[in-house]
């Protein structure tokens, strides 16, 4: 038996359990998982996971159960968190559910600021057009609760939302809604943000469609040899006229005009829009070529799409970083990323190839000229010989899952009583060196930890509860296990 198909059509089931349930966040799974959680712990063993099943309607052979049982509990410590299992189900977002997604975006940032005023969110939505409510299944008022008590948690700084947040917190709403309802996700979109009304608007399907047409075109006039990126950079790069890497949306309808391709002018803006990932109003043409090349590469067995590999992350790479990271300490990502912010001279928050070149290894990795290059044109991202090295580090960073964020907000409103703020006197006095992570995988001793951590906070006066969550963010990012994180927070503050 493939177990692997076995497993996503029952991850599946229970989704399409949950959907049925009429729960649409994360939310309440926490919540319904929180009935079979006897002793409060967080966590499921295997006699309350069977039970929070049966609960929702998927019922397994004891075989079944075991290969689900052994899936969710990732560190195999014969319990499931809540969050070991809400991260697996919030996996395989399909393409078209993600395109959605960024369609609704681009249609509602109208600005092209790259982020949405959380006020205007609340304002937009039209809870009364959500399918739940229009099917009487709930009330307005209780789709717009769920809605803003959700996506003000995907909110960093707690006033707008980026299209990554905002993509996050539809990945939720995903989690609990089977493969099969694709029609429904795009209808729970479209008719809550009222897209369809928008003169501009052009839906994901024809979105699809003129990346076919486009393809086509850039195939036909494809000689045997070549691949579809090699033609299609040729074209881009004739009206690059300053041989930037990047185009502006004129010089893109040129070249679409160049393959013969014929949209209309909000067509284009949309296709644009799409491939502009980075909202800057430039293209680095190299990465479409890689899409282009890609789609090609199934049509010719002897074509290789080289631009892909090459704007393709250099994973063997980073995962060399990230290890070294976590063998010089948990506070190992401040002190690249205060190396990082010193190297940028000029305090324009990038890093040219040489000044990348020495924050590395002034942060104490060594690499060759090839994995320097290829991490430098990965992370250039408009192709301007530069990076942002706030990029580079919010990369290695990675933001909390909910359940960590969850938890330490928890603590900070233990240690500070509520408060917005507290003594960096105090904040140091709750901290138990003798527990903390570098001290228990035997990284430091107690002294060193001590002093690596009065270091970090030697020039603040008071600590205030993002600055708690910023910092316990950097430490989060070398520790893989949510089990391992929850023990290290309970563990390192009194």
Same mark, same amino acid.
């Given at each position: 038996?493939?177990? /692997?198909?076995?497993?996503?059509?029952? $991850?599946?089931?229970? /989704?399409?359990?949950?959907?049925?349930?009429?729960?649409?966040?994360?939310? !309440?799974?926490?919540?319904?998982?929180?009935?079979?959680?006897?002793?409060?712990?967080?966590?499921?063993?295997?006699?309350?996971?069977?039970?929070?099943?049966?609960?929702?309607?998927?019922?397994?052979?004891?075989?079944?159960?075991?290969?689900?049982?052994?899936?969710?509990?990732?560190?195999?410590?014969? #319990?499931?968190?809540?969050?070991?299992?809400?991260?697996?189900?919030?996996?395989?977002?399909?393409?078209?559910?993600?395109?959605?997604?960024?369609?609704?975006?681009?249609?509602?940032?109208?600005?092209?600021?790259?982020?949405?005023?959380?006020?205007?969110?609340?304002?937009?939505?039209?809870?009364?057009?959500?399918?739940?409510?229009?099917? @009487?299944?709930?009330?307005?008022?209780?789709?717009?609760?769920?809605?803003?008590?959700?996506?003000?948690?995907?909110?960093?700084?707690?006033?707008?939302?980026?299209?990554?947040?905002?993509?996050?917190?539809?990945?939720?709403?995903?989690?609990?809604?089977?493969?099969?309802?694709?029609?429904?996700?795009?209808?729970?979109?479209?008719?809550?943000?009222?897209?369809?009304? !928008?003169?501009?608007?052009?839906?994901?399907?024809?979105?699809?469609?003129?990346?076919?047409?486009?393809?086509?075109?850039?195939?036909?006039?494809?000689?045997?040899?070549?691949?579809? !990126?090699?033609?299609?950079?040729?074209?881009?790069?004739? %009206?690059?006229?300053?041989?930037?890497?990047?185009?502006?949306?004129?010089?893109?309808?040129?070249?679409?005009?160049?393959?013969?391709?014929?949209?209309?002018?909000?067509?284009?803006?949309?296709?644009?829009?799409?491939?502009?990932?980075?909202?800057?109003? @430039?293209?680095?043409?190299?990465?479409?070529?890689?899409?282009?090349?890609?789609?090609?590469? !199934?049509?010719?067995?002897?074509?290789?799409?080289?631009? $892909?590999?090459?704007?393709?992350?250099?994973?063997?790479?980073?995962?060399?970083?990230?290890?070294?990271?976590?063998?010089?300490?948990?506070?190992?990502?401040?002190?690249?990323?205060?190396?990082?912010?010193?190297?940028?001279?000029?305090?324009?928050?990038?890093?040219?190839?040489?000044?990348? $070149?020495?924050?590395?290894?002034?942060?104490?990795?060594?690499?060759?000229?090839?994995?320097?290059?290829?991490?430098?044109?990965?992370?250039?991202?408009?192709?301007?010989?530069?990076?942002?090295?706030?990029?580079?580090?919010?990369?290695?960073?990675?933001?909390?899952?909910? %359940? /960590?964020?969850?938890?330490?907000?928890?603590?900070?409103?233990?240690?500070?009583?509520?408060?917005?703020?507290?003594?960096?006197?105090?904040?140091?006095?709750?901290?138990?060196?003798?527990?903390? $992570?570098?001290?228990?995988?035997?990284?430091?001793?107690?002294?060193?930890?001590?002093?690596?951590?009065?270091?970090?906070?030697?020039?603040?006066?008071?600590?205030?509860?993002?600055?708690?969550?910023?910092?316990?963010?950097?430490?989060?990012?070398?520790?893989?296990?949510?089990?391992?994180?929850?023990?290290?927070? @309970? #563990?390192?503050?009194?």
């Amino acid at each position: 038996m493939d177990w /692997r198909n076995k497993l996503e059509l029952i $991850q599946n089931k229970i /989704r399409g359990q949950l959907h049925a349930r009429k729960i649409d966040d994360l939310e !309440g799974v926490y919540q319904l998982m929180s009935e079979f959680d006897k002793d409060n712990s967080g966590y499921l063993d295997k006699d309350e996971f069977q039970k929070f099943l049966s609960k929702i309607g998927v019922f397994l052979t004891t075989q079944e159960l075991r290969a689900v049982y052994d899936k969710y509990d990732s560190n195999k410590d014969g #319990n499931i968190a809540y969050a070991e299992f809400v991260n697996l189900i919030r996996e395989n977002m399909s393409e078209r559910r993600i395109n959605v997604v960024r369609s609704t975006f681009a249609f509602l940032d109208q600005q092209r600021q790259g982020r949405l005023l959380l006020e205007n969110l609340y304002r937009l939505y039209q809870a009364k057009n959500h399918p739940r409510v229009r099917t @009487r299944q709930k009330t307005a008022d209780q789709v717009t609760k769920e809605f803003v008590n959700a996506i003000s948690k995907r909110s960093k700084d707690c006033q707008s939302i980026s299209e990554d947040e905002f993509l996050n917190y539809y990945a939720d709403c995903n989690a609990t809604l089977p493969s099969e309802k694709e029609e429904y996700f795009t209808d729970l979109l479209t008719s809550t943000w009222g897209v369809t009304s !928008g003169a501009d608007y052009v839906s994901p399907e024809r979105l699809a469609q003129l990346e076919i047409i486009l393809f086509e075109k850039i195939r036909q006039k494809t000689v045997t040899k070549d691949d579809e !990126g090699k033609t299609a950079k040729k074209a881009f790069m004739y %009206f690059d006229l300053e041989n930037k890497g990047t185009i502006d949306i004129y010089q893109f309808a040129q070249a679409l005009q160049k393959f013969g391709c014929v949209f209309s002018d909000k067509e284009i803006q949309a296709l644009f829009n799409k491939y502009d990932s980075d909202k800057s109003g @430039r293209l680095c043409y190299d990465e479409i070529c890689g899409l282009i090349a890609l789609m090609g590469s !199934g049509n010719n067995a002897n074509v290789n799409p080289v631009f $892909q590999i090459a704007r393709a992350p250099p994973q063997e790479t980073l995962n060399r970083i990230r290890n070294d990271l976590i063998k010089k300490g948990q506070h190992s990502v401040i002190r690249m990323a205060t190396i990082f912010a010193n190297s940028d001279k000029n305090k324009n928050g990038t890093l040219n190839r040489q000044e990348f $070149q020495w924050a590395m290894k002034e942060s104490g990795f060594l690499l060759t000229k090839t994995e320097y290059d290829n991490l430098f044109r990965y992370f250039d991202k408009n192709c301007d010989d530069e990076v942002s090295f706030v990029e580079f580090i919010s990369f290695l960073r990675k933001p909390l899952t909910q %359940f /960590r964020l969850d938890l330490v907000n928890q603590f900070w409103n233990r240690i500070s009583n509520g408060q917005q703020s507290i003594s960096i006197q105090q904040f140091k006095q709750l901290y138990d060196a003798t527990k903390c $992570q570098d001290v228990t995988l035997g990284i430091k001793t107690v002294a060193d930890a001590t002093k690596d951590f009065n270091d970090i906070w030697k020039d603040v006066q008071t600590v205030t509860q993002q600055q708690f969550i910023d910092y316990l963010t950097d430490i989060s990012a070398l520790i893989e296990s949510e089990v391992t994180f929850e023990k290290f927070i @309970r #563990n390192s503050w009194k």
